[in-house]
């Protein structure tokens, strides 16, 4: 399994924009960006970078394999 580090916000959504989500729109407390039907949830912007536990949870609820976010 590819080992997943910390990343920024900004490029969370420039690397989310990549795998063909359009957004990020707000939609209550979250923003969220979507791909066809699917929506997918993404954390306000932090002070510091988006953990590797937090951005695992996102990329299962994306469906994007570690490996494949890694190359990107």
Do not use: C
């Not at 209550?28 to 536990?53: E, F």
């Amino acid at each position: 399994m590819a080992r997943i580090s910390p990343v920024a916000h900004e490029e969370l959504i420039k690397r989310l924009r990549r795998f063909g989500f359009s957004g990020p729109v707000a939609g209550g407390k979250h923003l969220y960006m979507t791909r066809g039907q699917q929506r997918l949830t993404v954390p306000n912007r932090h002070r510091r970078d988006i953990s590797p536990a937090l951005l695992a949870k996102i990329l299962k609820q994306a469906g994007i394999e570690p490996r494949d976010w890694s190359r990107v």
